[in-house]
């Protein structure tokens, strides 16, 4: 053998210690996971990106070196005994002292949310000790996610630990210097079972190995967790603590339970002079646009504002009043506003009919003061919009249920504080069930009750007193009925994707199927329209909000194919009125921290024009008499499309259809049919493809006879007449 040199000994001695302590390290770590979740773990930990950082100036840093591996071996007996672990009396009352900063804040905390519920804070960014499996890791550990239909897959609803002892702990990576100033906390949303933290501790570290716990006078700190699992507790800490690092290590949990967490970490990011990281999708606007929630009173002191700015374009008017006698104020946009221009399609935006969704309240208030700047500015985009379209915005729907969720805040509500209208109703499921009309009398041919396929009449039970009908579900129904709308978009939150009718399986026995509109095309091209221009829908790299992955679709989803509802918004106005609907989900966040909303705002900006914009795609046109005058009421059909449309009081109509040559037909009582072939090109801009119809000779003798006081009788009659005549001269 060759002899090593006393260099290359120390060099081999060296490498065999760092090896053993890989090994040593290794065998620590897997001692602290379960083995389904061993190779998950290990990879995330190993993977982490270390960063050294100075404390932050004019702030000591006291390095905390207890872990809960370093306070010796549990045995099994010990192990037992913890599973219904007790905080200890000096804990007790140190928790005893805190309780006071438990409390929902009158005024919101100094630093926003870091970004567990928005996703801006990554998968690789959450740790944990231990989990149960996968599908309850620390990814899942994040405020207000939802757990999947199925249970027990790989979309649950919390961060579970997987043992039950006071050395669990739950881990945020920053990932830059932080001041960490408040930590908010649910339970496991789940069905079936009961799970959350009653108490935990909070540590924070500047490289994940030596941590520092919050303390008081008394000691650590104890912070009082949930008492269910579905409301949001906020606890402040005592003192900001400037930090990379944080962690929540629960002391107690829901004695029938285990530990189970969902979690939002408030913090202020330090300036970064080295520009080492930059924040993930950090972005600026250079609109000079109002960005903050807006209160009732402040929404409406909004609305005057660009009333005011903007004369010429906008008008306030209300639908009609909510449970609570809360006008629901719109704000109309055209070069005309208050009367509807022959020729010019009606569009709509509706937000807040879940009172708790308030992104899209926000976006639509936005929108309006851009527009108005935009118009002003000069923008040849906004204007020609504003002279071809007359727009209508309608901020909030349920401005009651919106009342509750304002007052407990955006991270306080929880997922479903304000959702449904005072007397609690669900504005979005609370239309007529039309569907099930149409589908019986297609499946029943030889029925003596025949339903159109469009227009169909709202049932009489429906419009009796006694019916469970919102009072803001009448009043958005006569709205959709008083203006002839071409399309709309009803602005929703709590996930990232647009959704298309149906919203109602066809099949009684299924809750999930595809089930399309004759305008099936139309309706996909219009969802792909806004999500395929929105920041974040279409990118294949986007994590899913809760359970469901849209990117196989773009970014859309056939409602039915998603959940089934009766009585959506959506198709109600699809098989009531001309007005093709879609529901758009805006954010993962039903209510994001004010912060948030100059980025969802640059996410939805172009996605809310673009989709304006497609009320002018298809074919448009007058159907008119003989002398020139409109006819109202006409029937629009579209060769291979089971499903008509009607004209205007004015004689006018828009038919949304994808670019391609189509034969049209019109028909109209007293009229005779025309038909004629319309070509839809792929340039923006609708087809003018108008009608001239003449009277039958039947309507003419009507209107001969009705003029000088006579009925037309009919020949049979006239025939019985004269049988009965001769007969009595025969006789």
């Not at 379960?34 to 993977?47: A, G």
């Not at 903050?292 to 005011?308: A, D």
């Not at 259809?657 to 090109?681: F, I, Q, S, W």
Request: hydrophobic content about 35%.
């Amino acid at each position: 053998m060759i002899a090593l040199s006393k260099k290359g000994s120390c060099s081999s001695q060296l490498c065999l210690a760092l090896c053993a302590f890989g090994v040593a390290l290794l065998r620590d770590m897997s001692q602290a996971v379960p083995m389904d979740d061993q190779d998950y773990y290990l990879q995330e930990i190993s993977n982490r990106d270390h960063y050294y950082s100075f404390p932050y100036p004019g702030e000591e840093f006291f390095p905390f070196t207890e872990q809960p591996g370093e306070e010796g071996p549990i045995r099994a007996a010990e192990a037992e005994e913890h599973s219904r672990f007790k905080p200890s009396r000096k804990e007790l009352k140190a928790k005893k002292s805190n309780k006071k900063g438990k409390s929902i804040l009158e005024t919101p905390p100094d630093c926003p949310p870091l970004g567990l519920e928005t996703l801006k804070i990554t998968d690789f960014q959450l740790h944990a000790s231990t989990a149960k499996r996968y599908g309850l890791g620390a990814h899942r550990g994040r405020l207000n996610i939802q757990a999947g239909v199925n249970e027990n897959d790989f979309y649950d609803g919390a961060w579970c630990a997987g043992r039950n002892d006071p050395y669990q702990w739950i881990e945020v990576d920053a990932r830059r210097l932080t001041k960490f100033t408040g930590v908010i906390t649910q339970g496991r949303n789940s069905l079936w079972s009961s799970n959350w933290v009653t108490s935990y501790r909070v540590l924070v570290s500047n490289d994940s190995h030596a941590w520092t716990a919050v303390r008081n006078e008394s000691g650590d700190v104890i912070f009082e967790g949930n008492s269910e699992k579905e409301i949001p507790v906020l606890n402040m800490l005592p003192e900001p603590l400037v930090a990379r690092y944080i962690r929540i290590n629960p002391r107690s949990w829901f004695q029938e339970g285990s530990i189970c967490m969902r979690l939002e970490i408030l913090g202020c990011p330090l300036p970064d002079p080295n520009n080492y990281y930059h924040r993930r999708n950090e972005m600026t606007t250079t609109d000079n646009l109002d960005f903050k929630h807006h209160n009732y009173k402040e929404m409406r002191q909004l609305m005057k504002t660009v009333n005011k700015m903007c004369p010429n374009i906008t008008r306030i008017y209300n639908i009609g009043k909510s449970n609570q006698g809360l006008k629901l104020y719109a704000v109309e946009i055209s070069d005309n506003p208050g009367e509807h221009e022959v020729g010019e399609p009606e569009f709509r935006y509706i937000a807040g009919a879940h009172g708790n969704e308030v992104l899209g309240r926000e976006l639509i208030l936005l929108l309006m003061q851009f527009m108005c700047q935009e118009y002003l500015a000069g923008n040849p985009r906004i204007v020609h919009l504003i002279e071809d379209t007359r727009i209508h915005l309608l901020p909030s729907v349920n401005p009651d249920g919106y009342d509750k969720a304002y007052k407990a805040g955006s991270e306080l509500g929880g997922w479903s504080l304000g959702r449904w209208t005072q007397d609690g109703i669900d504005i979005n499921n609370n239309f007529p069930d039309l569907n099930s009309l149409l589908w019986e009398s297609e499946d029943q041919k030889k029925s003596k009750r025949k339903v159109p396929n469009h227009h169909i009449p709202i049932p009489d039970w429906y419009l009796s007193e006694n019916a469970t009908v919102a009072v803001e579900t009448r009043a958005i129904i006569a709205w959709m009925e008083k203006i002839p709308f071409v399309l709309g978009g009803n602005l929703q939150g709590g996930e990232l994707v647009v959704a298309y009718p149906y919203d109602m399986v066809r099949s009684m026995w299924k809750t999930q199927d595809y089930t399309p509109t004759p305008d099936d095309h139309v309706f996909r091209w219009l969802a792909y329209s806004y999500a395929s221009t929105h920041r974040l829908m279409t990118d294949a790299r986007r994590r899913a909000c809760h359970t469901e992955d849209f990117q196989k679709e773009d970014g859309t989803v056939n409602g039915a194919s998603w959940h089934t509802v009766a009585g959506s918004i959506n198709d109600f106005s699809y098989l009531h009125t001309n007005c093709f609907e879609l529901s758009i989900y805006v954010g993962c966040d039903k209510y994001p921290h004010e912060s948030e909303l100059p980025e969802e705002w640059e996410n939805n900006r172009e996605s809310l024009i673009v989709f304006m914009e497609q009320v002018h795609r298809g074919i448009k046109g007058i159907v008119k008499d003989a002398h020139g005058k409109g006819i109202p009421n006409a029937v629009i059909s579209v060769e291979g499309v089971n499903h008509d449309i009607r004209t205007g009081a004015d004689g006018d109509y828009w038919r949304l259809l994808n670019p391609g040559e189509y034969v049209v037909a019109v028909k109209a009582e007293g009229y005779t049919t025309a038909t004629k072939t319309c070509e839809v090109g792929y340039d923006m801009g609708a087809t003018q493809c108008d009608f001239t119809i003449s009277k039958t000779n039947l309507s003419r003798i009507k209107e001969i006879m009705k003029k000088f006081g006579k009925q037309p009788i009919s020949l049979s009659i006239r025939r019985l007449r004269q049988r009965a005549r001769q007969w009595r001269q025969q006789r």
